[in-house]
């Protein structure tokens, strides 16, 4: 596993500590991998889920570290979302 993703997942695991979700959601990032979060936490994966955000790991990594807003992220085009865009939103309320 890359230093990215294990950033990242340890950056998601802060974010959704404490946080019931009843969706599952990947983040592909570009170049690195795919992290999954569901109910069970958060893992490397490439398994499907209700929603998958696609980005660089400079998206998101700004926007994990609350330096970019994912709405903005998505409005702007650097940030792509395949599947239920009601989980997208319900992420990025959790993100923001």
Request: proline residues 1%; negative net charge.
């Amino acid at each position: 596993m890359s230093n990215i993703l294990e950033t990242a997942i340890k950056a998601l695991e802060e974010k959704l500590q404490d946080k019931s979700i009843d969706f599952s959601a990947k983040f592909e990032i570009e170049n690195e991998g795919s992290i999954v979060v569901d109910s069970n936490g958060v893992r490397e994966s490439t398994e499907e889920t209700d929603c998958t955000l696609i980005a660089s790991a400079e998206t998101f990594q700004n926007i994990l570290e609350g330096e970019m807003n994912p709405t903005s992220a998505f409005m702007g085009g650097s940030l792509k979302v395949e599947g239920s865009m009601g989980v997208a939103m319900q992420l990025g309320n959790i993100l923001a």
